[in-house]
């Protein structure tokens, strides 16, 4: 099964020279696709797209919830969010 989200990570993009960003990129193609039920595209899984323990935009008081509730996909790549956060992306 394919959705529209689907074909907008087809192509590898160019590194943004931020590897936080990159890693988000990664795992949001990745979570998108287990989510939706597409594979994930190959350059999403590359190993050298991660970081480690970033919060962005968690505010200290929330990264308990973030190290609980940051779905698979971003949690693997070292990305910890809160379930709202995704509801504003």
Known sequence: ???DSAGAF?????PTGAG????AFAALADHLAER???????WALD???????????VPAIFRADADRESPR????????L????LLRA
């Open 73 to 80: 996909a971003f949690r693997q790549r070292g990305i910890f």
């Open 1 to 3: 099964m394919r959705s």
């Open 47 to 57: 190993p050298a797209r991660r970081t480690t323990a970033w919060y962005p935009s």
């Open 82 to 85: 809160t379930a709202r956060s």
């Open 10 to 14: 087809v192509d590898e993009r160019e």
């Open 20 to 23: 936080e960003l990159d890693a």
């Open 36 to 42: 939706d039920g597409w594979t994930a595209p190959v």
